[in-house]
């Protein structure tokens, strides 16, 4: 299936928020209960369509545990979106947000749209994050929010679209280079973007064949 | 095989104490803490080894010491037939009966080495075993980082070469963590089993050692005490030469009595 656009998204958070289960909710729409662990990072794909326009998500699901810092934050780079996750049901998920933060802003181009996620909504019992403050932490570093479920799949799927829309905003208001792949953003094989003039060669570049 | 290039490059950066990923270390430190509780017992029992085994030879000269020294008072006594002279007795007597009897408390002290020694050579080394196994598994589990760390600065999911390699790395990297952890696991809790161990072999081993010596204090204080004050109301002796042992005076002992008595 060919694309117009191929964005690069990553997701990170502290272990155990529920990253890998948000990308199988989105990929396969599915829960896994038991924590499994991820090394290094795992990767996931899906097809979206934004303004009648086929998008393919590549999405980098990055392992959260501290070890695994170093190399994680080789995976920032070239990423056009990130969700970054904390667990509504624990509170340090929720403050090591500013570390999170300032790493991707760190290792990431500056126009990379984030998206703040509070995950595991339907815990509602649990619950240690109140929304208000996480709309809150949203609002002071200028981030988009949602609280999800991986488990019931609430606003998963908005919150990787939502993302997606954000960029493509971007990308009209030609905030984004889409010639510059740093960007997080390929075009896809046998399109020519609408919005740019491209080189007849430069298409030759793209990607031909898909991992996920 | 390439994954034996960084675990060499991982022994000798930890060999020359090169700086480590500071997440890494991070993510060790309960591991670290409890090793470093491991050195001190480890270290600790050692030290208290010697010590005891100082200790007891001194309380063996302390007491032949004593020995000696209540032998040369009886021998003064029996020539001199005054007062004084059954003083001599007495107090040699009591002495080289106290002498004696602080050998006891080697007992409980030679009892208290084998202890530690036992400790040392069973429960340390098997523990000393366990963290050596973990280390390695440490130094290999970082190396496969290293490896992932290094492979990851050009990924491609859609590059199917960079992939395989890619997936090659991870699995490697979860069989080396896999066993580290497992590692881990077992230091943390045999060093915790060792400290309780030692607890316990304090407890037992220290009871007898201080019941003994609480037997022989209180036995030669009483001694002592019945000497002196069978000597009561013998004239004093003016101390014209050591002035300082002529301090006490009857009038301020009794005086020290009394204040003794008020609190
Ligand atoms: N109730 C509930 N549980 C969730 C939800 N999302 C994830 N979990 C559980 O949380 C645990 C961790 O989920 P993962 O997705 O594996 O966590 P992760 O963020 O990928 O962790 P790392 O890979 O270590 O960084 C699992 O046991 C999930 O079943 C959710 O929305 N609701
Ligand atoms: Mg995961």
Redesign the pocket.
């Known amino acids: 299936m060919s694309y117009a656009y191929l964005f690069k998204y990553i997701?990170i958070?502290?272990?155990?928020?529920?990253?890998?289960?948000?990308?199988?909710q989105f990929t396969d729409k599915r829960?896994?209960?038991?924590?499994?662990?991820?090394i290094g990072v795992e990767f996931g794909a899906r097809m979206i369509t934004i303004d009648n326009k086929l998008i393919k998500l590549q999405i980098w699901?990055?392992?959260?545990?501290e070890a695994f810092r170093s190399i994680t934050r080789s995976y920032y780079r070239g990423a056009a979106g990130a969700l970054l996750?904390y667990?509504i049901t624990r509170r340090e998920t929720f403050n090591h947000l500013t570390t999170w933060l300032e790493d991707a802003r760190q290792h990431s181009n500056s126009n990379m749209v984030i998206m703040l996620i509070g995950?595991?909504?339907?815990?509602e019992s649990r619950r240690e994050v109140k929304k208000e403050e996480g709309d809150a932490f949203a609002r002071e570093h200028g981030l988009i929010f949602m609280e999800?479920?991986?488990?019931?799949a609430a606003n998963v799927e908005e919150a990787f679209i939502n993302t997606a829309k954000e960029i493509y905003e971007k990308i009209q208001e030609g905030v984004f280079d889409i010639n510059n792949e740093a960007n997080g953003i390929k075009i896809g094989p046998q399109h020519s973007p609408s919005n740019a003039s491209l080189p007849p060669g430069s298409q030759s570049s793209s990607p031909s064949s898909g991992c996920c | 095989m390439q994954h034996q290039y960084w675990v060499t490059k991982e022994t000798v950066f930890r060999k020359l104490g090169k700086k480590e990923d500071a997440y890494i270390v991070a993510s060790d430190a309960e591991l670290d803490a409890k090793l470093e509780l491991f050195r001190s017992i480890q270290d600790s029992c050692l030290d208290l080894q010697r010590i005891i085994d100082k200790y007891q030879e001194r309380i063996c000269l302390l007491a032949q010491e004593e020995n000696s020294m209540g032998r040369f008072l009886k021998e003064c006594g029996k020539q001199d037939k005054t007062g004084a002279g059954n003083m001599m007795l007495g107090v040699g007597r009591t002495m080289s009966h106290s002498g004696q009897q602080r050998l006891a408390l080697r007992m409980p002290l030679l009892r208290l080495f084998q202890e530690v020694e036992t400790f040392r050579h069973r429960a340390i080394e098997d523990t000393w075993k366990t963290v050596q196994a973990m280390e390695k598994s440490r130094t290999e589990y970082r190396a496969s980082l290293s490896w992932m760390k290094d492979i990851s600065q050009e990924l491609d999911p859609d590059t199917y070469k960079q992939l395989e390699k890619f997936r090659k790395v991870q699995d490697h990297v979860k069989m080396t963590k896999a066993r580290f952890d497992r590692y881990k696991l077992d230091c943390l809790q045999k060093i915790d089993l060792l400290a309780a161990a030692r607890c316990n072999m304090f407890s037992h081993a220290l009871i007898t050692y201080h019941n003994t010596m609480l037997q022989f204090a209180t036995a030669s204080a009483q001694a002592f005490t019945t000497v002196g004050d069978s000597f009561k109301d013998y004239q004093r002796f003016e101390f014209n030469h050591v002035k300082e042992l002529s301090e006490i005076k009857p009038e301020e002992n009794s005086t020290n009595d009394q204040e003794q008595d008020d609190k």
Not at chain 1, 14 to 21: A, L, M, P
Not at chain 1, 61 to 65: E, N, P, R, V, Y
Not at chain 1, 119 to 123: G, V
């Open positions: 997701i958070g502290d272990t155990g928020v529920g990253k890998s289960c948000l990308l199988l829960f896994q209960p038991v924590h499994d662990l991820t699901d990055t392992a959260g545990q996750v667990d995950n595991k909504s339907d815990l999800t479920s991986a488990r019931t």
